[in-house]
């Protein structure tokens, strides 16, 4: 199964290459969910712009293989356990921060991320300390102001990190690094994400990890808000549970600067938590249809099966009229195809890359799988000793993000280096791919890319 694309982006002044809607005979509309029926799409893709093709050629060929291990680094240059400032640089408005960083920044973003802006709190705790706070292993909770005080008071002597996270920040941070490794010889590529944060200490620490990570954060923060925080807590056989306190994430309108900002985009990438808050889905079908409009590509991430079951018809509403990819785990996809837990997560892909061009489903320890046009092909977990699996998905669609900007056309390859980049995040505490591990990523990908085939689409 390969991808057909143009000429990679060599150059600064070519755009991302975009996937196309794939024109493939359906399934029995008995098969599909209603909203992902035919029908369902409000308008056909516009035509008049250079696309990546995707086109399945009925064998899977690998034709990138052995990246080589990018190894655990000794420290995160960014410095994610740093302390948390009190507030905004001398001589900086809180209100000010940002303002103008549309106009000031590229002409055009390759990236731009919708999502929740959120504050983690990462540390490795036991049983007994889950076990103490009535905390179900392995979870996921929205938790209010107070719960939240007193976890944090009962981690208090505890060793944790302090990182600007959140699903879709972790993904960003990724391909940012990715996408200015030197090693690799290609244009440096332009991250941004639009979200909510407060005026707060948290929602300033926010802002300049992003700034020092290479990522854009480009909405104004609210005044007098409260930011958002997620507890994550590892135990030591690698599983995470974890707390979320929405704050001002819950807070996301389309106005005017977000719509000039996705007339500017070539991918944008939406994130499945938004979906839980009903304010919200308004401003994602805006900024859908706009970057539809524009020719855009258009990435949903799952999530979380919970929030997906709660907002089932929210999301295939958006999946099934915008999304050109569409990332989840196994269970989130079966979720969206309400398949029982027993059900092969390649049946799940191949289900959902019926409605979806390009379907890309994690399945832990068991590998994963890329889907398109009713086809899956199975991408195997590359060795690793897990220490915390938080951020692996998150890190795996950075993979494949990179390498469909990069111009890959192979999809084993593309789940290949996708699987590195999250064992490489597995293998270490923190949701974060370090920069020195980015780059040996980024060179090897480089190094495998010249062997590849490339066509013109016109």
Not at 138 to 166: F, P, Q
Request: glycine letters at 10%; one cysteine or more.
């Amino acid at each position: 199964m390969a991808l057909a694309s143009a000429t990679p982006a060599a150059t600064a002044s070519s755009p991302s290459r975009l996937i196309r809607r794939l024109t493939s005979s359906p399934p029995p509309s008995s098969l599909l969910p209603l909203a992902a029926r035919p029908g369902a799409r409000n308008s056909p893709r516009p035509c008049s712009y250079h696309r990546l093709v995707v086109r399945w050629k009925g064998t899977a060929r690998a034709l990138l293989g052995g990246f080589s291990d990018a190894g655990a680094s000794e420290s995160d240059d960014d410095g994610e356990d740093a302390a948390l400032r009190g507030g905004p640089r001398e001589g900086e408005d809180e209100d000010a921060v940002e303002p103008a960083a549309a106009a000031a920044g590229p002409e055009r973003w390759d990236v731009l991320g919708l999502g929740q802006a959120m504050v983690d709190f990462s540390g490795m705790v036991d049983d007994e300390f889950l076990g103490r706070l009535g905390l179900e292993k392995g979870t996921r909770k929205v938790v209010n102001h107070e719960e939240r005080g007193r976890v944090l008071s009962a981690m208090d002597g505890c060793s944790y990190k302090a990182a600007a996270g959140g699903s879709l920040s972790n993904s960003l941070v990724a391909l940012a690094r990715l996408g200015s490794s030197q090693s690799a010889g290609y244009p440096e590529l332009k991250i941004a994400m639009a979200g909510s944060v407060g005026s707060d200490p948290l929602g300033s620490f926010y802002r300049e990890k992003l700034r020092r990570a290479n990522v854009h954060f480009l909405s104004k923060p609210v005044k007098d808000g409260t930011t958002g925080t997620v507890i994550v807590l590892t135990t030591p056989d690698a599983q995470r549970t974890m707390l979320a306190y929405q704050g001002t994430s819950s807070t996301l309108s389309y106005d005017s600067d977000l719509a000039d900002l996705v007339s500017k985009s070539n991918v944008l990438i939406v994130e499945g938590y938004l979906f839980e808050l009903p304010h919200t889905i308004e401003a994602i079908k805006q900024a859908c249809e706009d970057a539809h409009k524009n020719g855009a590509l258009i990435a949903v991430t799952a999530s979380d099966v919970s929030c997906i079951k709660r907002c089932y018809n929210d999301f295939w509403d958006i999946v099934g009229n915008y999304a050109d990819i569409l990332f989840a785990n196994a269970n989130e996809a079966r979720a969206f195809c309400e398949l029982p837990s027993t059900d092969c997560p390649m049946s799940a892909t191949r289900y959902l890359s019926h409605s979806v061009p390009l379907v890309s489903v994690t399945d832990g320890v068991h590998g994963s799988y890329i889907g398109v046009k009713g086809e899956a092909i199975y991408i195997p977990p590359p060795p690793c000793i897990p220490v915390d699996t938080c951020g692996a998905g998150d890190a795996y669609a950075s993979g494949i993000l990179y390498s469909i900007l990069r111009g890959a056309s192979d999809l084993k390859g593309i789940g290949l280096l996708a699987s590195r980049v999250a064992a490489v995040v597995v293998g270490q505490q923190g949701t974060r791919l370090r920069v020195q591990d980015a780059d040996r990523l980024a060179e090897s990908f480089a190094h495998h890319l010249d062997s590849l085939e490339f066509c013109s689409d016109v």
